[in-house]
T-cell receptor, first 111, second 118 residues
Framework: EPEVTQTPSHQVTQMGQEVILRCVPI?????FYWYRQILGQKVEFLVS????????KSEIFDDQFSVERPDGSNFTLKIRSTKLEDSAMYFC?????????FGPGTRLLVL | AQKITQTQPGMFVQEKEAVTLDCTYD???????LFWYKQPSSGEMIFLIY??????QNATEGRYSLNFQKARKSANLVISASQLGDSAMYFC???????????????FGEGTQLTVNP
């Protein structure tokens, strides 16, 4: 069964460093998303992407965040200058219709 | 704006018993979808079941069923014949469908931690 994959599974970085989180959505899906979940809290929407452009973003998704689909399969989230409060699980999701299927997540720890 | 409320932070159930996890919602979108996801301790987010606001019948997927009561704005998850592997965090979520103003983002509730006892 097709699934969303994410790399790396874990990432530790120093405050102020740039990180790139990678995702491979399900191949026939056209809609892509990033969410984050701070430890012990609920899942929060960051951004949605369709037809090679951002279709919607939340107030969390400020100038330090960016997304890109560099080729036909990958979908990336870049955090330019990480802060301590960026420590969270980051989920990529994709959908063909209503249902969004999530990847296993990247656990980001900013020290 | 959308809001999901899950009032049960934790639930306990005996193996092989049925359990209902509560979810209420609020939205101004004319059509919407309701979802349940399971998050085991390993952290991944697993899709369980979907209900469209326009669906006349309640959704079922194996041991999972969604008790959708539109007038009460509730979308409770029923798990029948609980298994030890059902122990996990369960999230209710919703998104707008056509005609909505909330985009396609999923809005999640706080979650319910289910523990299945042997």
């Amino acid at each position: 069964e097709p699934e969303v994959t994410q790399t790396p599974s874990h990432q530790v970085t120093q405050m102020g460093q740039e990180v790139i989180l990678r995702c491979v959505p399900i191949s026939n899906h056209l809609y892509f998303y990033w969410y984050r979940q701070i430890l012990g809290q609920k899942v929060e929407f960051l951004v949605s992407f369709y037809n090679n452009e951002i279709s919607e973003k939340s107030e969390i998704f400020d100038d330090q965040f960016s997304v890109e689909r560099p080729d036909g399969s990958n979908f990336t989230l870049k955090i330019r200058s990480t802060k301590l409060e960026d420590s969270a699980m980051y989920f990529c999701a994709s959908s063909e219709k209503e249902t969004q299927y999530f990847g296993p997540g990247t656990r980001l720890l900013v020290l | 704006a959308q809001k999901i409320t899950q009032t049960q932070p934790g639930m306990f159930v005996q193996e092989k018993e049925a359990v209902t996890l509560d979810c209420t919602y609020d939205t101004s979108d004319p059509s919407y979808g309701l979802f349940w996801y399971k998050q085991p301790s390993s952290g991944e987010m697993i899709f369980l079941i979907y209900q469209g606001s326009y669906d006349q019948q309640n959704a079922t997927e194996g041991r999972y069923s969604l008790n959708f009561q539109k007038a009460r704005k509730s979308a409770n998850l029923v798990i029948s014949a609980s298994q030890l592997g059902d122990s996990a965090m369960y999230f209710c979520a919703m998104r707008a469908l056509w005609g909505g103003t909330s985009g396609s983002r999923l809005t999640f509730g706080e979650g319910t931690q289910l523990t299945v006892n042997p």
